[in-house]
Structures are given as C-alpha cells and as structure tokens.
C-alpha cells in the first residue's frame, strides 16, 4: 500500500498503524498496517440510520430496523437507532406497533448506507391516508391536456388530475393516482407481491401497515400490509359511499395486484380499438380495483386518488 500526502491521520498502538483515508475511492474507511507482516487491510467506518417523527399526540410507537433493533418513541422530534452500519449495507425502517387510534408512516423507510449516516427518515402519524375518486371522469388517455399542461407519460397525468381535482381535500397533501401501466408504476410482479414483497413495487402509492379512510366520511377501508397491498377479504367497506362508479386501474384480470396488458396502451390512448381495466369503488372484492370486462379507452371514468 502507498503511503502518501493523502493520508490525513496516523497512529501507531502495538506494531499496528492505523492511517485513515480520504482517497476518493476509498473514501470512509480505515486502513490498518501491520508492521510486522507488512499487510494492510480495510477496516470499514460505521454510520447510524434516524430521522424525525410527528403527529404523535399520545401513547408510543414502535419502529424496527432490519428486522432486528425495535425503538420505542414517545415523543416528536428527532431520533435515531443505536446500531451501526458500515458503508454499502442496506437499511429498511418499519412500524411494528401503531400507536392507539393513529397511524403512523415512513417517508424515506429504506435505501442503501452511503458513508454517511442517515437522517431523512420522516415517520408521520394521524388518523389515516385518505382516499377519495375524483369528480371528473376521463378517457383512456391520461396525457392529454387538461388544462395542465401534456404529461410525457399517463401516470404523471394521472397524479396531476388527483391533484386538481374538486374533490381533493383542502389540505397540503400530495396525492397520487391509484393506477398502474406496469413500466411507470406498479404494486406487484407476482401475486399478491409474493416473491419479494413491497420491493416488487415501483413508485406505487399505498406504504406499508397503514390505515386507510374514506376522505369524504373518515370511514375505515382497509389497513395495508408489509407488502403495500392489502389481501381481499381484509377490505372493510367500499371506495365510494354512493352508488358503482367505475375507475381506470389497470389490473390483471386473475393475477391479483399484478398489471394488466390492457391498460390503454400505457394510458396514452382513446381508441375505441383498445382497451383498458377499471374496477367498481361500490364493491369490497377484487372487482373493486378490476372488472371482469375490459373497457374501451374512449370511454370516460373516474380514478382512485390516495395520500401519499
């Protein structure tokens, strides 16, 4: 190993040199030489995960980090778990205790160690994510202009109708289209994410063991699981509180949480020559989120809006 001016600290303690490192490549960790033999090793630095919680009004809630170290809080404000983690590890936040009539979640819940701690970590609690559909309904098309401009994709067009939608609730919260086309958002690969779990997800709008309400009534509609999904069967009442309306999904047919090949070619299209999936917000099982037939994309229908 070449000893040069890049070297920053060194100590010598039982024939042993400890010299830390701050060579781009190299950058984070610790090399020992042993005079003696004259090798030298890599001893990796240790960094810390935290963040910060709000919203707590009373009682405690329980996080977890990979699936070992439990930390109970009982307050807002800042924290952070006591393991150390070296440089490279992955990292994965969960709540394994809800505090009484609230629930809690993590913006941030996992990533990869990158020599440095984290502290991004956002854990939010209140009486649930809201859902609501929205008072405009629309073709197959979701990139269309709507007076937001054209989107390069349908599920930004989508979210963007969440967002100005009449039925939104007055608050600051972002809100996402409950809506996959498989290549710019989805919930699973495999049924009921049954491979990898929540990881099989991508940018999909439901967290992890989280209640979710009806925004129009505050009802209870189901509680995520550790996958972001829910399991049919667990669904406590309908989407909408009225009468069947129908929303563009675009789920499998059979394969529950699993996108569909019609999805009105990605949301782009309002040919009557293609198709696309919705589901019945005034039905509790898979029909809910699927229909049995597909629709045609010039048709007009509703989305499925959630809190993120």
């Not at 073709?139 to 939104?168: Q, V």
């Not at 509680?223 to 009225?242: K, Q, R, V």
Request: aromatic content about 8%; hydrophobic content about 35%.
């Amino acid at each position: 190993m070449k000893l040069n001016k890049y070297f920053i600290s060194l100590s010598i303690s039982l024939g042993l040199i400890f010299i830390q490192c701050n060579l781009k490549q190299e950058e984070g960790s610790f090399f020992i030489l042993d005079l003696a033999s004259g090798q030298a090793a890599s001893q990796a630095l240790e960094f810390k995960v935290g963040g910060s919680l709000a919203g707590l009004t009373s009682g405690n809630v329980t996080l977890q980090l990979n699936g070992t170290e439990n930390l109970n809080l009982t307050q807002n404000g800042n924290f952070q778990f006591a393991s150390n983690l070296s440089s490279g590890t992955d990292y994965d936040v969960v709540v394994v205790q809800q505090p009484t009539g609230l629930s809690c979640s993590i913006n941030n819940d996992s990533g990869k160690i990158s020599n440095t701690s984290v502290s991004n970590l956002e854990v939010i609690c209140n009486n649930g994510k809201k859902i609501f559909i929205t008072a405009a309904n629309y073709n197959g098309n979701l990139t269309s202009s709507i007076g937001l401009g054209t989107f390069s994709n349908g599920i930004l067009g989508a979210d963007a109708r969440c967002m100005a939608d009449t039925n939104k609730p007055t608050d600051s919260s972002t809100y996402k289209a409950f809506i996959v086309d498989g290549s710019n958002r989805r919930a699973c690969q495999f049924e009921n994410c049954g491979i990898s779990g929540r990881f099989e997800g991508l940018d999909w709008v439901l967290k992890r063991n989280i209640k979710y309400i009806r925004a129009s009534d505050s009802t209870n509609l189901f509680t995520s699981n550790n996958s972001a999904i829910f399991l049919f069967g667990n669904f406590n009442a309908p989407l909408s509180s009225g009468g069947p309306v129908q929303t563009w999904t675009g789920f499998a047919q059979n394969v529950k949480w699993v996108n569909s090949s019609d999805d009105c070619e990605d949301w782009t299209s309002s040919d009557t020559g293609d198709d696309g999936r919705a589901g019945s917000t005034n039905q509790t099982d898979y029909t809910s989120i699927r229909n049995s037939n597909t629709l045609a994309c010039n048709q007009n229908h509703h989305l499925i809006c959630v809190e993120q």
